[in-house]
């Protein structure tokens, strides 16, 4: 990669009805384009704007000659495979357009090793002072035959993370597939438990669908309105309250002590996996 005449475009799903579903791709852009790493950065979505097809023409093609495409993904999928080759009418890995410009097709950030660490230290920052040896940590993703490759992701993970000793218990749970994140109490043993969604951004699954899997969902709603800060009907749907969700770890639930992240890809590291994932394009092609 050289600054001078290299592009980076970060591509994601976003969403039409959850505006925070773009606002981590939004940011690792704004962060990467700040390092001035590569002479431009740009991203784009298959459900909000700009949409794939614009970003065809993002970059001026006799100041760019290479763009390098990291698909801000958990895994390969219908998404990566399909969906933004065909959009951005890519032919393999790598690319040549008719004016020169050579595209670079790279892997998604969920594939990168340093994804476990992001996971590691998501995990002890919400449980800070709680000795990991004494506590199981529960990596949740979607689960069901639409999302076998994310499934499969969090079971990688997990496996990882097992390996190093650090944890009670790892477990990769599901919140549609066995086993399922709501049987947390039986799958667990540990009095304190933590549990980080393997998702790319917050929207209904890690605000409003785990929360009440995981039983945190009426707590969070009655200490709102205890407080005076929320009606009933606010404390369960409004945007503040669901941001909320994450600021009132841990939660106590039987006597056990729960702690909730959002979502990993909203990590601010993911922006370095990004940079990595274009430099490894190069190192092993």
Same mark, same amino acid.
């Given at each position: 990669m050289t600054s001078d005449d290299s592009a980076l475009l970060i591509v994601a799903?976003?969403?039409? +009805?959850?505006p925070a579903s773009s606002a981590p791709t939004l940011a690792h852009t704004?962060?990467?384009?700040? *390092?001035? +790493?590569f002479a431009d950065v740009g991203c784009a979505?298959?459900?909000?704007?700009?949409?794939?097809?614009?970003?065809?023409?993002?970059?001026? !093609?006799? !100041? +760019?000659?290479?763009v390098y495409v990291v698909p801000n993904f958990i895994s390969e999928g219908y998404f990566t495979q399909t969906v933004?080759? @065909?959009?951005?009418g890519l032919k393999g890995r790598t690319t040549k357009r008719s004016d020169g410009q050579i595209w670079k097709y790279c892997e998604p950030v969920g594939n990168h090793p340093l994804m476990t660490d992001l996971l590691l230290r998501r995990a002890h920052q919400i449980a800070a002072g709680i000795p990991e040896s004494e506590t199981s940590l529960l990596i949740v993703a979607h689960g069901t035959d639409l999302n076998e490759n994310s499934a499969a992701a969090a079971k990688r993970e997990?496996?990882?993370?097992?390996?190093?000793?650090?944890?009670a218990a790892v477990l990769n749970v599901y919140m549609e597939e066995p086993p399922l994140v709501s049987d947390w109490r039986k799958l667990t043993k540990?009095?304190?438990?933590v549990v980080v969604p393997f998702f790319i951004s917050d929207g209904l699954h890690s605000y409003e669908d785990i929360p009440a899997l995981l039983g945190i969902a009426n707590q969070l709603s009655? @200490?709102? *309105? !205890?407080?005076? *800060?929320?009606t009933a009907r606010q404390a369960n749907s409004s945007h503040a309250a669901r941001g909320e969700i994450f600021r009132h770890n841990p939660y106590a639930i039987d006597n056990r002590s729960l702690s909730?992240?959002? !979502?990993?890809?909203?990590?601010?590291? +993911?922006?370095?996996?990004?940079?990595?994932?274009?430099?490894n394009f190069d190192a092993e092609s």
């Open positions: 799903h976003g969403s039409t +009805v959850n704004t962060e990467i384009r700040r *390092r001035k +790493v979505f298959w459900k909000e704007e700009p949409s794939l097809r614009d970003a065809l023409f993002l970059f001026d !093609s006799q !100041s +760019v000659r290479e933004v080759p @065909r959009e951005l997990a496996e990882k993370i097992r390996s190093l000793g650090k944890y540990t009095r304190n438990v009655a @200490r709102l *309105r !205890s407080a005076g *800060r929320h909730y992240a959002p !979502s990993i890809g909203t990590d601010p590291g +993911v922006a370095d996996i990004i940079i990595e994932q274009a430099a």
